[in-house]
T-cell receptor, first 112, second 110 residues
Framework: QKEVEQNSGPLSVPEGAIASLNCTYSDRGSQSFFWYRQYSGKSPELIMFIYSNGDKEDGRFTAQLNKASQYVSLLIRDSQPSDSATYLC????????????FGKGTTLSVSS | DVKVTQSSRYLVKRTGEKVFLECVQDMDHENMFWYRQDPGLGLRLIYFSYDVKMKEKGDIPEGYSVSREKKERFSLILESASTNQTSMYLCAIQGQETQYFGPGTRLLVL
């Protein structure tokens, strides 16, 4: 069974710190990887996607992918209280007609 | 921008009732999905559809059915609601890069 694993947290960081969220996946053939943010009571929203090994930066967010280690991470620099949310890692199993595989999410709490 | 709407944000139903949850997209996307989300269990796929009148079971289809008569509309049906179907229900569509979610329906079955 294809799986995506995340630490459930909560991960607590002070305002201004770097938050590091990690995700591992089991399907070595996976080609695309996504990070969603979900505020309490709301639906998930896409914040980053990455296809190639290495880093991808978008503002305060950096996604990192290491396909050899089957590992994806999300770094949030200068964390703000508004970043407090659950972060879901998702993997495309790269089979036509199938859904993304989601991790259960990591809860991040940023204290001011 | 991709827009996905769901018929209700909050719904309260009684055990045994038939419940319809509707999802509508404003683009011509083929793939549509229904998930439920529960604390500690994450997102679980119930059903998905890759075209009109086509459907595929997800991980937890028991107690649910779906209907897709038009491309823009994907309905989730609880044939006889039970208390263990109390949950947040999320519809999603497959966009160019990834899935985009509707606002969700929080269903309480009493």
């Amino acid at each position: 069974q294809k799986e995506v694993e995340q630490n459930s947290g909560p991960l607590s960081v002070p305002e201004g710190a770097i938050a590091s969220l990690n995700c591992t996946y089991s399907d070595r053939g996976s080609q695309s990887f996504f990070w969603y943010r979900q505020y309490s009571g709301k639906s998930p929203e896409l914040i980053m996607f990455i296809y190639s090994n290495g880093d991808k930066e978008d503002g305060r967010f950096t996604a990192q992918l290491n396909k050899a280690s089957q590992y994806v991470s999300l770094l949030i620099r200068d964390s703000q209280p508004s970043d407090s949310a659950t972060y879901l890692c998702a993997v495309n199993p790269n089979q036509a007609g199938t859904a993304l595989i989601f991790g259960k999410g990591t809860t991040l709490s940023v204290s001011s | 921008d991709v827009k996905v709407t769901q018929s209700s944000r909050y719904l309260v139903k009684r055990t045994g009732e038939k419940v319809f949850l509707e999802c509508v997209q404003d683009m011509d996307h083929e793939n549509m999905f229904w998930y439920r989300q529960d604390p500690g269990l994450g997102l679980r796929l119930i059903y998905f559809s890759y075209d009109v009148k086509m459907k595929e079971k997800g991980d937890i289809p028991e107690g649910y059915s779906v209907s897709r008569e038009k491309k823009e509309r994907f309905s989730l049906i609880l044939e006889s609601a039970s208390t263990n179907q109390t949950s947040m229900y999320l519809c999603a569509i497959q966009g160019q890069e990834t899935q985009y979610f509707g606002p969700g329906t929080r269903l309480l079955v009493l």
